[in-house]
Nanobody, 125 residues
Framework: AQRLVESGGGSVLVGGSLRLSCVASDAISNYKCMAWIRQVPGKERQGVAAIDLRGGMAVDNSVLGRFTVSRDKNKDTLYLEMSNLKPDDTATYYC???????????????????WGQGTQVTVSS
C-alpha cells in the first residue's frame, strides 16, 4: 500500500525558511496529484499547494510567492519550500496524494485519499 512520510518541520522565527519533504513508498507517478495540506487544531484543513504529473501547480493565496511545491520523480519525493514564514503558517503539514476527477489538481482536502502522518511547523516572533 502507498505510504507517505513527511519530514523537515520545526520551529523558526518570523521570516525564516523551512523545506518539507514527503517520501512515497511507491512511485508518485501513480497519482494524478500530490499536495500539502495544513491544519491548525480546531480549524478546517487547508490546502496549501498541489502539483500534478506534468508539473502544473495550484497554490493557495495565503502562501503565494512564499511557498513553492516541487517533486522529484527519481526519488519519489515531494517538497515544499517555505520562505518568509509567518505566525499564521503555524500548523501541522500533511503530505497527500490523490487522483480525483477533473483537470488539474485541487486544493480541496477531500480530493485526496492517501495521507501522511504530518510534520509540525511552528513560527514564532
Amino acid at each position: 500500500a502507498q505510504r507517505l512520510v513527511e519530514s523537515g518541520g520545526g520551529s523558526v522565527l518570523v521570516g525564516g525558511s523551512l523545506r518539507l519533504s514527503c517520501v512515497a513508498s511507491d512511485a508518485i507517478s501513480n497519482y494524478k496529484c500530490m499536495a500539502w495540506i495544513r491544519q491548525v487544531p480546531g480549524k478546517e484543513r487547508q490546502g496549501v499547494a498541489a502539483i500534478d504529473l506534468r508539473g502544473g501547480m495550484a497554490v493557495d493565496n495565503s502562501v503565494l510567492g512564499r511557498f513553492t511545491v516541487s517533486r522529484d520523480k527519481n526519488k519519489d519525493t515531494l517538497y515544499l519550500e517555505m520562505s518568509n514564514l509567518k505566525p499564521d503558517d503555524t500548523a501541522t503539514y500533511y503530505c497527500a496524494a490523490g487522483a480525483g476527477p477533473g483537470a488539474g489538481c485541487r486544493l480541496d482536502p477531500q480530493y485526496y485519499s492517501v495521507w501522511g502522518q504530518g510534520t509540525q511547523v511552528t513560527v514564532s516572533s
